[in-house]
């Protein structure tokens, strides 16, 4: 199973399920798969806080290209069952430092897809990114 990372408006960051309908898929986002591991970022351009929870891909469907669009970015439909919720706050502040690293390490990664832009997406991340997240869940 792969692993991946959502950021997005959440309006409950509690919530047992989350839904995002048509989010931008990018770094290999359009290859999630019910059963993968998700970790859920609320966006904090629209009042979130970072990371809240990790969670199960429980479906997932890829959104239609709308007739006469030329550019567009692949989008999904994915509802994330939850598992946990974050025990330590991670989000724009604590991966500052990493900002225009590319050092390898799994914070240089995580700023890099997920802060450089304000965009809202879902996207794959390595085997140590999601170590290093899943320490923020114990």
Do not use: H
């Not at 479906?59 to 946990?84: E, H, S, Y």
């Not at 974050?86 to 990664?109: F, H, I």
Request: net charge positive; glycine share 10%.
């Amino acid at each position: 199973m792969a692993s991946y990372v959502v950021k997005a408006e959440i309006a409950d960051a509690r919530a047992k399920d989350f839904e995002f309908v048509r989010i931008k898929t990018m770094y290999g986002g359009k290859d999630i798969a019910v059963g993968d591991t998700v970790f859920v970022f609320a966006s904090e351009t629209q009042g979130g806080e970072g990371l809240v929870a990790r969670g199960v891909v429980a479906a997932v469907a890829a959104a239609r290209k709308p007739l006469g669009t030329v550019r567009w970015t692949p989008r999904v439909d994915v509802a994330i069952r939850r598992t946990a919720l974050a025990r330590r706050a991670l989000g724009r502040d604590q991966l500052k430092g990493w900002r225009g690293t590319d050092d390898g390490s799994p914070q240089a990664e995580l700023d890099f897809k997920f802060y450089r832009q304000a965009t809202n997406k879902i996207g794959g991340i390595s085997d140590a990114a999601a170590a290093f997240l899943d320490r923020c869940f114990r």
